[in-house]
């Protein structure tokens, strides 16, 4: 359930001066959601991480995270991998609540990508990095926002170099572990080979029920730029927050 003071304290957050101003042909953030459809994602945790995906860009705080920033635009790719990857929606620009909500929209009629059983991060983060040079607009910042509940088991490139990669060419790479029973140590493993970059940092889903919080709380985070330990962290010290994680 939503802690109605996490809104508030996200507003002050955000009414903080950063010291930067738009400029034309920019964008905030470029963000691929890099989304695990591999075989231990089953029809109802499939369906409860795509609707947390929508209700995410639906939210109030998102469209609120958007509003606050320099070039009131962002760009977002979504890809969904297993041990193939696909491109289910390409470079999308968003300036509002009507784009955030027709791309809710457009998630929700999308169908699943396959199904099959192997898992492959390392994959998913490569494809992703490749969307990059391809985005409509500059990005102030470029992240790749990896979610899923287990390790590697296929591909040709290990997922730890892959993120190396991203990382080498400038990109942030965050992540969202779902802790689903399935792979125990997930969180520790996601922050070994997934998250890096500047300002990188993990959000763990205690569950697929847990996921749509998570996602929300991490996507803000990504829109704004704000971080764990820093003014978010300040503006939330006394509110309930979500289980935000540095890596070392």
């Known amino acids: ?17 950063l010291g930067a101003s738009a400029r034309p042909g920019r964008a905030d953030v470029a963000l691929v959601l890099a989304i695990d459809v591999s075989g231990s994602v089953d029809d109802n945790r499939f369906r409860l991480q795509r609707e947390g995906i929508a209700e995410a860009l639906e939210s109030e705080e998102v469209a609120a995270a958007v509003s606050s920033g ?14 193939e990857q696909r491109l289910l929606v390409p470079w999308t620009l968003l300036h509002g609540r009507d784009d955030l909500e027709a791309l809710a929209a457009r998630l929700r009629g999308a169908s699943r990508s ?8 390392g994959g998913g983060i490569a494809t992703a990095e490749h969307l990059f040079a391809e985005q409509p607009l500059v990005g102030l910042r470029r992240v790749i926002d990896v979610s899923g509940d287990g390790r590697q ?8 170099d892959a993120r190396d990669a991203a990382v080498s060419h400038g990109l942030t790479v965050n992540g ?9 140590g997930i969180e520790d493993w996601y ?11 993990l959000v763990v889903a205690d569950s697929y029920d847990a996921f749509a919080a998570a996602f929300r709380q991490k996507l ?3 829109i704004t730029g704000l971080a764990p330990g820093r003014k978010l962290a300040h503006a939330l010290r006394n509110v309930q927050r979500p289980n935000l994680q540095m890596p070392d």
């Open 191 to 201: 922050r070994a080979n997934v998250v890096g970059g500047p300002g990188a940092f």
């Open 114 to 121: 396959w199904l099959h059983t192997m898992t492959d991060p």
């Open 153 to 160: 088991n296929t591909g040709e490139v290990p997922t730890v």
């Open 70 to 83: 320099v070039n009131q635009t962002v760009e977002i790719a979504v890809v969904e991998w297993a041990e």
């Open 220 to 222: 803000m985070l990504e």
């Open 1 to 17: 359930m939503r802690d109605p003071r996490w809104a508030a304290a996200l507003a002050v957050a955000l009414a903080m001066p």
């Open 176 to 184: 969202l572990p779902i802790a689903s029973g399935n792979e125990p």
